[in-house]
C-alpha cells in the first residue's frame, strides 16, 4: 500500500541535489581537505567566507563530482575510492538521511542474525521481491549475505492472475534475466541452500503473485521460503536485549510511504511490461542512491 507522504515527518538533513554539469575544478584549488590524525580521516576546511549552507552545498557538488563517474556504484568502486575521495564522501554521507538509514541498519542486522543462525551463514540466499527491501538486501549483501533483488511491481491490488503475466510479450526476456542472476530452479537445486523471497506485503498481492510466478518457473518446494517483512521485524525487534531505534510503528511508515525507494538502484518495472527489466536494470543510479550506499558500505564493508 502507497500511503501519501504529505504528512509524514522525518528527522533527515534536507540535502539539495545537484545540478548535472561538470564541476568546476577550479573550486577544489580555493578550498583544502585537511588529514587528522587518525588514518584516512579527512575534514573540509574552506578558505573562504563560506557560510554553514554553502559549505554543505559545495561538499554535495563535489561528492556529486566524485559519484558521476560510476554508473553504478558497487563495493569495488567503495573500495577503489582514494584518500580525498573517501574524505569528501564521509562528509558528504554523514547524516545523509540518518532516519532511513538508521532503520535500514538496525533491520538488516537482524534479519542477518536471525537467518544465520536459523540456515548457517553460508545457507541461505535474500531475495527482495522489487524495491522496497531493495535497501536491506544491499545492506546484507555488504555484510557478505548472498543477496539478489527481484524487480517487479504495481502488483497491489492486481488481481488479474499470473497466467496473463507469464503469456506477455517479452517475458522470455523476463525469465531469462531471472536465471542469468540466479532464480533459477536447476540453480537453486543444487545450491543447497534456502532461497528467502521478501516483500513488505501490506496486502499480500505482491508475494501471492510472484509466487505463482515463480512456479510457473519450476521454483518452488522446500529450499524456497516467502517471508512478509514486517511481522518479522516486528518479531524480532521485541526479541531483541537491546532494541533498535527503528520501532516497527515507524518501520511501517518508511515501508508504508515508500520512503526507503528513494534509495533504489534501479527504476520501478511494472509487472505489465517486463520485457524491459534489462533496460530497467541497466538505467543510472541516483545520486542519492549512491550517497547512500555509499554510506552503507562505509558501515558494514571490511577494508
Not at 557478505?144 to 506477455?168: E, F
Request: proline share 3%; aromatic share 14%; charged share 25%.
Amino acid at each position: 500500500m502507497k500511503i501519501s507522504p504529505i504528512s509524514i515527518t522525518t528527522q533527515r538533513r534536507d540535502f539539495s541535489l545537484l545540478n548535472s554539469h561538470s564541476f568546476p575544478l577550479r573550486k577544489i584549488q580555493n578550498d583544502v581537505f585537511i588529514s587528522s590524525k587518525k588514518q584516512n580521516d579527512i575534514s573540509f576546511a574552506s578558505r573562504g567566507s563560506f557560510g554553514v549552507k554553502k559549505s554543505e552545498k559545495f561538499i554535495q557538488r563535489a561528492a556529486n563530482f566524485v559519484l558521476r563517474k560510476y554508473k553504478k556504484f558497487t563495493p569495488q568502486d567503495f573500495k577503489s575510492l582514494n584518500k580525498v575521495e573517501r574524505g569528501i564522501l564521509e562528509r558528504a554521507s554523514s547524516e545523509y538521511y540518518d532516519d532511513a538509514y538508521v532503520a535500514v541498519v538496525d533491520a538488516s542486522k537482524l534479519m542477518k542474525k536471525y537467518f544465520d543462525t536459523k540456515y548457517g551463514s553460508d545457507g541461505y540466499v535474500f531475495v527482495s521481491i522489487g524495491r522496497s527491501l531493495e535497501a536491506f538486501a544491499n545492506a546484507m549483501g555488504y555484510m557478505g549475505v548472498q543477496s539478489k533483488v527481484l524487480p517487479i511491481s504495481g502488483l497491489h491490488g492486481y488481481s488479474g492472475g499470473y497466467r496473463k503475466i507469464i503469456s506477455q510479450e517479452g517475458f522470455s526476456n523476463y525469465s531469462d534475466y531471472m536465471k542469468q542472476i540466479g532464480i533459477d530452479a536447476q540453480v537453486i537445486k543444487e545450491s543447497g541452500k534456502k532461497y528467502i523471497f521478501s516483500d513488505y506485503s501490506y496486502y499480500g498481492d505482491t508475494m501471492r503473485v510472484v509466487k505463482d510466478i515463480l512456479k510457473s518457473q519450476g521454483i518452488k518446494g522446500s529450499q524456497v521460503e516467502f517471508v512478509d517483512f514486517e511481522p518479522l521485524y516486528q518479531k524480532l525487534y521485541s526479541r531483541s536485549k537491546k532494541q533498535p531505534k527503528t520501532s516497527p510503528e515507524l518501520m511501517h511508515l518508511h515501508l508504508g510511504y515508500e520512503y526507503l525507494k528513494k534509495f533504489s538502484q534501479t527504476e520501478p518495472l511494472c509487472y505489465y511490461r517486463l520485457g524491459d527489466v534489462q533496460d530497467i536494470v541497466d538505467a543510472p543510479q541516483s545520486y542519492a542512491s549512491k550517497l547512500f550506499n555509499y554510506r552503507l558500505m562505509r558501515k558494514f564493508i571490511k577494508k
